[in-house]
């Protein structure tokens, strides 16, 4: 709830007090998804060597317990995305190729009922975020066209993230008006869908379009969003948290 809110610091400190609680119960899968979700969140909070290490400390505590390729798949996703923030880009490929491998891999034969999903949804959103980090902006824009393919007919919070990756990564290429495209489709997102985070990832996205004001159609789409921003904030006043200086997009 916390980090559904942006509260990535408050949902930090909850996970790093649950952890000792699930390595004393022995539930290794467990643990290790902790780690993971630790690493995530140090990575909104702008620390990606804290990143890094959360995901290493996770596949060290994953190798413990059962196979469990989705979870090893997300560690490793992790641990992708805090060395692509660190501009690291042989390691990050490395682990995003480890991550794709435990993906591929037989499922577990029983889920674990406290482990985050991972999916090839999540694996393509996530991707996209590493390759725009590391400058790899076609294979970034690849990705995430795939992960709204996966998303298209389900989770409404994700597709919205994926298409903020998705014009995102367009404009770092100077394509303003596939930009646009793209944004049009996320201003058709329900004023109903309560994401803190998603409402934090589109004011990022008009904050990006502000460099293209001069263009005529920027302009144009920047009053439509700002009256559908108005519309969600007015829906989610009594959750919106002020910002805390997040500076990585938040997927998994």
Not at 90 to 102: D, G
Not at 171 to 176: E, F, G, I, K, N
Request: glycine content about 4%; proline content about 5%; some cysteine.
């Amino acid at each position: 709830m916390a980090h559904d809110s942006a509260d990535d610091e408050l949902a930090l400190r909850h996970l790093t007090r649950a952890l000792p609680l699930a390595r004393a119960s022995g539930d290794a899968p467990l643990a290790a998804n902790i780690a993971a979700s630790s690493s995530h969140l140090t990575l909104q909070t702008g620390d990606p060597v804290g990143a890094a290490r959360w995901a290493e400390t996770g596949l060290g505590l994953a190798a413990h317990g059962p196979r469990t390729p989705s979870l090893t798949a997300r560690l490793h996703t992790m641990k992708a995305r805090a060395l692509a923030a660190c501009s690291q880009r042989p390691a990050a490929e490395q682990a995003l190729e480890a991550a794709r491998r435990e993906l591929d891999a037989p499922a577990e034969a029983a889920g674990h009922p406290w482990l985050s999903p991972f999916d090839h949804a999540a694996f393509a959103s996530e991707s996209a975020l590493v390759l725009k980090d590391l400058g790899r902006y076609d294979d970034a824009l690849h990705h995430a066209e795939e992960a709204i393919a996966l998303r298209e007919s389900g989770r409404a919070r994700s597709l919205a993230m994926s298409r903020i990756t998705l014009a995102a990564t367009h404009l770092r290429r100077a394509d303003v008006d596939a930009a646009l495209d793209v944004g049009h489709d996320l201003l058709t997102t329900s004023p109903t869908l309560g994401s803190v985070r998603v409402a934090h990832q589109l004011d990022d996205l008009r904050r990006a379009l502000e460099a293209h004001r001069a263009y005529r159609p920027v302009q144009q789409y920047l009053v439509r969003f700002d009256d559908a921003r108005r519309a969600r904030m007015l829906l989610m006043a009594d959750i919106v948290t002020p910002r805390r200086g997040t500076t990585h997009e938040a997927h998994a």
